[in-house]
């Protein structure tokens, strides 16, 4: 199994962007496929996007409107979530996770066997 843990949320003023790292530990990391997920205050867990193992493939929803970029570095078992021109409904916990499955990649929370424990993205007006 792989332990998550979560790095660069804080607070942002809106037009600004954010970097968030999310590092693995404790197995091999370029075997799951990485994903981001969010949950603002009072709302559901929201699928940000996703990066195949290789980091080739990555597949983001619609609703980030192209201003969020995933990358990952194998070597570092380091997945990066980098977010450009933040809006304050960009507010939320942040989520990584990981799929141990065949290195296809899904935006189905279910999917994802294990969790980071999140971090706080504030953006201000």
């Known amino acids: 199994q792989v332990q998550l843990e979560e790095f660069g949320g804080g607070l942002v003023q809106a037009g600004n962007s954010l970097r968030l790292s999310c590092a693995a530990s404790?197995?091999?990391?370029?075997?799951?496929?990485m994903g981001w997920f969010r949950q603002a205050p009072g709302k559901e867990r929201e699928f940000v996007g996703a990066i195949g193992c290789s980091g080739a493939y990555t597949h983001y929803s619609d609703s980030m409107e192209g201003r969020f970029t995933i990358s990952r570095d194998n070597a570092k078992n380091t997945v990066y979530l980098q977010m450009n021109t933040l809006k304050p409904k960009d507010t939320a916990v942040y989520f990584c996770?990981?799929?141990?499955?065949?290195?296809?990649?899904?935006?189905?929370?279910?999917?994802?066997?294990?969790w980071g424990q999140g971090t706080q993205v504030t953006v201000s007006s």
């Open positions: 996770a990981a799929d141990r499955g065949f290195c296809t990649v899904t935006h189905t929370e279910r999917l994802y066997n294990y």
């Open positions: 404790g197995d091999t990391f370029s075997i799951y496929v």
